[in-house]
Every structure is written in C-alpha cells, then in structure tokens.
T-cell receptor, first 112, second 117 residues
Framework: AQSVAQPEDQVNVAEGNPLTVKCTYSVSGNPYLFWYVQYPNRGLQFLLKYITGDNLVKGSYGFEAEFNKSQTSFHLKKPSALVSDSALYFC??????????FGPGTRLSVLP | GAVVSQHPSRVICKSGTSVKIECRSL??????MFWYRQFPKKSLMLMAT?????????EQGVEKDKFLINHASLTLSTLTVTSAHPEDSSFYIC?????????????FGPGTRLTVL
C-alpha cells in the first residue's frame, strides 16, 4: 500500500532563512508526488508535483522540491522563507491513479 | 485556471436536518471529484470518490446512506449530509481532477465548515 510520512509535526524557521519540510514515501512502481499548502479555514492549494524528468521540481511561490529515489524522499524547500509562508503543508502520493494518500501534514511557522 | 468552488463556505444547522454542499469546477470539466473530511489539526480523510454518471465509491467506514453524493454533471458534485448530528461537524473539502490533464493533480475547493448544533 502507498504511504506518506512527514516526520515533523512542526517546523520553525526565521524569516529570510532557507526552509525544508520533509516528506518520505513508500510506493510500488514510479510515484507521482505532490505538495499542497493549506491556510487556516481554507482548502488546499497546489504547490508542485513530480511525475517524471528532472528531480528538482519548481513550483508556486518560490517553492521547489527534490525527488530522491534512493532515499524515497520528496522534501519541500524554499531558499528564503517569508512570514506569509506560515501554513500547513501536505505531501501526497497518487494511489495508482485512483486517489491521493496524504501525509499527516507539517505546520510551518516563519518567525519575523 | 483549475478553480474549484464550494458552497456554502459555512453552515450551521440543527441536529436531525440535512445539509447539501456543492462542489463546482469553474473552468474545467471533471469526471472525477473527491470528498474529504478534515478534523482540527489533522490530515484529510478521503470519504468518497465521485464519478460523473455513476455511483460514488465510498471509503471503508463511511456511511453511504448518511453521506449522499451526486455527480450529475461534469462540473458539479454534491454531498448531502443526511440527518446530521453534532459528530458530523467538521471541515469538508472537495477536489476535482481536470479531464484534460494526463496527470492526476487534484484541485481543491476552499472547504465548507459544518457545525451541527
């Protein structure tokens, strides 16, 4: 079965510093991987996805993620964090084209 | 592009009444839509997969007679919570896949907060 882990419930980073939100996955076959962001009382906004090709994927709002097959990871990164990046971040893997399996979420707090 | 709307954004109802939530894909057609439930500070729990023109596929443990799903057109799916009770209070989020995209990106609505008194 497909599964996604986000090992950190909470990540705190100072504004202007680089940020990383971790995600590891367990799938059979080639994974389709996604990152979404959720602001309070809102739905999820699509950030980026990895389907195939370059391991470094660039997405919305300056975010990027690196697919690492050997480590089965898909960590979300941003070179310089903004206070407005504070939100809940979800990693997801496509479940054999049927639906998504979401990670538990990581709350990112960017401190001014 | 790829905008999904939900209506209403908030609803408060009395116990025993039914509530209908609409999910619309505004600028694309969506044969497949999904309904999720999210508890406070928790991840999304998939309730059901809605396919236009056919019966929804419910996840294990989700009562199909309580959470009625209708996907009558390629841009609209509805979730009706029948005989709602306080334990049904939650944040309900829908998502849709764009039929024109070959990948499985899901586009999410803004969510509906249901409070059952």
């Amino acid at each position: 079965a497909q599964s996604v882990a986000q090992p950190e419930d909470q990540v705190n980073v100072a504004e202007g510093n680089p940020l990383t939100v971790k995600c590891t996955y367990s799938v059979s076959g080639n994974p389709y991987l996604f990152w979404y962001v959720q602001y309070p009382n809102r739905g999820l906004q699509f950030l980026l996805k990895y389907i195939t090709g370059d391991n470094l994927v660039k997405g919305s709002y300056g975010f990027e993620a690196e697919f690492n097959k050997s480590q089965t990871s898909f960590h979300l990164k941003k070179p310089s964090a903004l206070v407005s990046d504070s939100a809940l971040y979800f990693c997801a893997v496509d479940n054999y084209g049927q639906n998504f399996v979401f990670g538990p979420g990581t709350r990112l707090s960017v401190l001014p | 592009g790829a905008v999904v709307s939900q209506h209403p954004s908030r609803v408060i109802c009395k116990s025993g009444t039914s509530v209908k939530i609409e999910c619309r894909s505004l600028d694309f057609q969506a044969t497949t839509m999904f309904w999720y439930r999210q508890f406070p500070k928790k991840s999304l729990m998939l309730m059901a997969t809605s396919n236009e023109g056919s019966k929804a596929t419910y996840e294990q443990g989700v009562e199909k007679d309580k959470f009625l799903i209708n996907h009558a057109s390629l841009t609209l799916s509805t979730l009706t919570v029948t005989s709602a009770h306080p334990e049904d209070s939650s944040f309900y989020i829908c998502s849709a896949r764009n039929d024109r995209e070959s990948t499985d990106t899901q586009y999410f609505g803004p969510g509906t907060r249901l409070t059952v008194l």
